[in-house]
């Protein structure tokens, strides 16, 4: 379906405190309105690392290069790991400062993974590193009141863990740092709701100038940045119903996609060029299986029904009538395309009569209504949604297809109002992936329960930088998550940058939207 565009005239001339900002002296990039994201405050980076004024406006302890397996020093100069790979000394680099002038310290680092652990919207790259700290479990209880394990002395932080975890240095370079002396008093469970995020504090080569709730925030040269200085006078961050008008009224300057209408209607943008990026992108099902008191759904407690779904759908017509060229469909967390495929891992396709066997089996109540929920906005999605439920109705399932209203997060694993929901995952490795499953992932536990069942492998995932074994562990998770079937594979998908190179000069490299990595902005410019 061709959405009907309307560009304002008024959108030619963006006016923010009184200045008057035309497209020649600013970087725009495009936030929708759709859910809770900017409309009374901004988001915060400990569950999605990546969008560019994340990256710009906060830093890590190190660097990645585009392609995540490579790190440079950022608010860390140093590091070394024992031999025994269980401790990690890093030193930190004097001079950052975050940018209300208060220098950036070890005490920052300390603070910033204690307030994580226990946050109650954080990814599960973080805490499958930060939970292996010597002394986290006594501290996430509650019977001390820091992390034995975490200590700071001068410059100098030092992490010493209870297991080998293979992807530290690469997960911290992830890890947005949290100014102390701003947010101490702040409960960690409301770290997402602090009135912080009305007008945070960061420390990178950006700064906060400005932020209209609901409308835009814009950002400027941090002047004591202590790295290269940028070219570029200003970014606007603006809200808007949907990137196709933010482009044509000359709002919107860089932007990534994976989904085709949209990707159809920027290629048509005079001066736009699209970069593709190979990334593991995820689409999959999340079921609402059970609370993490272990209380179950009964719509979907039983596998055979979630099974049946997978039947009932035929993905395969879906991703070359919807996704031509960006979707490969998927069985497990691993690609069909990776040596560490499990060859013999049931596929699921297309067969609804199977699917009407297994959920007969499973005595399933057709005169329930599923409820289908997803966040994405865009309009390939929601034919996706709303062929999935055409699927669903030839085999008797009756279903409600609703958008979400608010944040992501919040709706997933809070008010938690579906039976199945569509779902994005860029993963930052098998790690991420697998750390779905869990019992340490603080999200997940909402929706999956706190079994355990897959915890021996997943830390021993985390641990093992050996292929060999590596591939090992992830052929016994395959066949682990095939067992119990907690999230519904569907594909994984390429991802594109747009970039409005009649406007702006870029370095040509991009990486993975999601996360931090080194877009080298100090080398952009407006034409």
Do not use: C
């Not at 990039?29 to 710009?56: C, S, Y």
């Not at 302890?61 to 140093?78: G, I, N, W």
């Not at 979630?306 to 960006?326: H, N, Q, T, V």
């Amino acid at each position: 379906m061709k959405k009907n565009r309307i560009v304002l005239a008024a959108a030619i001339l963006f006016v923010v405190a009184g200045t008057a900002f035309t497209a020649e002296n600013a970087l725009y990039l495009f936030i929708p309105t759709t859910g809770a994201t900017m409309t009374t405050k901004l988001d915060h980076p400990w569950v999605n690392r990546g969008d560019l004024w994340k990256v710009l406006m906060f830093r890590s302890l190190f660097l990645p290069d585009p392609t995540l397996t490579t790190v440079s020093s950022d608010l860390a100069s140093s590091y070394r790991i024992s031999s025994d790979g269980l401790t990690y000394t890093i030193t930190m680099k004097k001079g950052p400062t975050w940018h209300d002038g208060t220098p950036v310290t070890a005490d920052d680092v300390i603070f910033s993974v204690q307030t994580a652990l226990k946050a109650a919207q954080v990814n599960a790259i973080y805490t499958g590193v930060f939970s292996h700290i010597i002394g986290a479990a006594d501290y996430i209880s509650g019977k001390t009141s820091s992390l034995s394990g975490l200590t700071a002395n001068g410059d100098v932080v030092t992490m010493k863990l209870d297991t080998k975890v293979g992807n530290a240095i690469n997960v911290l370079g992830q890890f947005a740092i949290m100014p102390k002396h701003l947010l101490k008093d702040v409960n960690p469970l409301e770290f997402q709701n602090a009135s912080f995020w009305t007008h945070p504090v960061g420390n990178g080569m950006y700064k906060l100038q400005e932020f209209n709730p609901g409308n835009y925030a814009v950002f400027v040269p941090y002047e004591k940045y202590d790295g290269p200085k940028p070219k570029i006078p200003k970014i606007i961050l603006t809200a808007m119903t949907d990137p196709i008008s933010a482009a044509q009224a000359g709002k919107l300057d860089l932007y990534n996609t994976n989904a085709t209408d949209q990707i159809s209607e920027l290629k048509k943008i005079k001066g736009f060029t699209s970069y593709p990026v190979d990334i593991t992108f995820y689409r999959y099902f999340v079921i609402n299986i059970k609370d993490e008191n272990g209380v179950p759904n009964k719509a979907m407690a039983d596998v055979r029904i979630r099974k049946a779904l997978m039947y009932a759908i035929d993905f395969k017509a879906l991703a070359e009538g919807l996704y031509p060229g960006l979707a490969r469909q998927i069985y497990t967390g691993v690609p069909t395309s990776f040596s560490a495929y499990d060859k013999d891992a049931e596929q699921y396709n297309y067969n609804p009569e199977r699917a009407k066997q297994l959920l007969k089996e499973a005595n399933f109540d057709f005169s329930k209504t599923l409820r289908l929920r997803f966040y994405y906005g865009d309009q390939t999605s929601i034919n996706f949604m709303t062929a999935v439920a055409q699927y669903l109705a030839q085999v008797g399932i009756k279903t409600d297809v609703q958008k979400f209203q608010g944040d992501a997060t919040t709706e997933l694993y809070k008010v938690k109002d579906y039976d199945i929901a569509l779902k994005g995952l860029s993963a930052f490795g098998f790690e991420e992936w697998y750390g779905e499953y869990a019992s340490d992932n603080s999200n997940f536990i909402n929706i999956m329960g706190k079994d355990g069942y897959f915890d021996l492998k997943v830390n021993e995932l985390r641990a093992t930088t050996d292929p060999t074994k590596r591939a090992q562990i992830l052929l016994d998770l395959q066949r682990l998550e095939q067992k119990y079937l907690y999230k519904l594979p569907i594909y994984t998908m390429q991802n594109i940058f747009f970039v409005n190179t009649a406007k702006v000069k870029t370095t040509g490299v991009f990486g993975n939207p999601w996360f931090n990595w080194d877009y080298k902005f100090a080398d952009w410019e407006l034409k």
